[in-house]
T-cell receptor, first 116, second 115 residues
Framework: AQTVTQSQPEMSVQEAETVTLSCTYDTSESDYYLFWYKQPPSRQMILVIRQEAYKQQNATENRFSVNFQKAAKSFSLKISDSQLGDAAMYFCAYRRITGGGNKLTFGTGTQLKVEL | NAGVTQTPKFQVLKTGQSMTLQCAQDMNHEYMSWYRQDPGMGLRLIHYSVGAGITDQGEVPNGYNVSRSTTEDFPLRLLSAAPSQTSVYFC??????????????FGPGTRLTVL
């Protein structure tokens, strides 16, 4: 079974600084997707960024980028120029490409605080 | 498009009561799912459907039933509520497989408390 581990329950960052959230996963599959979701206090789950495992290039979306290390099964999220609106719970998630229905396997989340 | 909608937003039940959490999507998505979110545990899959008339169990299906009579709707039924079912419930949908990395859309969630 696939597992996703986020070892940082809480992180803090100063506004305009950079922060990196860690995620590791375990799978026997060779092809899969990895995601970072943001959950603000409104509870809405918002997709931040996704990575296809077969792509070597790290995904980037504006201030958000990932460091995908397939051999190490590591998938960290870097937030540059942090803003107050980035404060939220961040979840790392995994999904198989074939089979498995619609199952996303989530980590336990990292609560990010942004300080002035 | 309204996206994925869920009703109600909040619900309080007594132990043993039954209820249905409603979920609808207007994006013509084949795949729909129900997750529950508990503190410190992330989201866990309860049941999912890959199309009308087809459902399957996820990671934590006990105490819940689902059906999928239309593409748009995917209700989640609690037959006899228990305090262990106190949680936040999310419905999600996405387009059929084959679309690389196709995004999963989440509803706003339902906070359920069972006394």
């Amino acid at each position: 079974a696939q597992t996703v581990t986020q070892s940082q329950p809480e992180m803090s960052v100063q506004e305009a600084e950079t922060v990196t959230l860690s995620c590791t996963y375990d799978t026997s599959e060779s092809d899969y997707y990895l995601f970072w979701y943001k959950q603000p206090p409104s509870r809405q789950m918002i997709l931040v960024i996704r990575q296809e495992a077969y792509k070597q290039q790290n995904a980037t979306e504006n201030r958000f980028s990932v460091n995908f290390q397939k051999a190490a099964k590591s998938f960290s999220l870097k937030i540059s120029d942090s803003q107050l609106g980035d404060a939220a719970m961040y979840f790392c998630a995994y999904r198989r490409i074939t089979g498995g229905g619609n199952k996303l396997t989530f980590g336990t989340g990292t609560q990010l605080k942004v300080e002035l | 498009n309204a996206g994925v909608t869920q009703t109600p937003k909040f619900q309080v039940l007594k132990t043993g009561q039954s209820m249905t959490l409603q979920c609808a999507q207007d994006m013509n998505h084949e795949y729909m799912s129900w997750y529950r979110q508990d503190p410190g545990m992330g989201l866990r899959l309860i049941h999912y459907s890959v199309g009308a008339g087809i459902t399957d169990q996820g990671e934590v299906p006990n105490g819940y039933n689902v059906s999928r009579s239309t593409t748009e709707d995917f209700p989640l039924r609690l037959l006899s509520a228990a305090p262990s079912q106190t949680s936040v419930y999310f419905c999600a949908s996405r387009a059929q497989p084959g679309l690389a990395g196709n995004e999963q859309f989440f509803g706003p969630g339902t906070r359920l408390t069972v006394l």
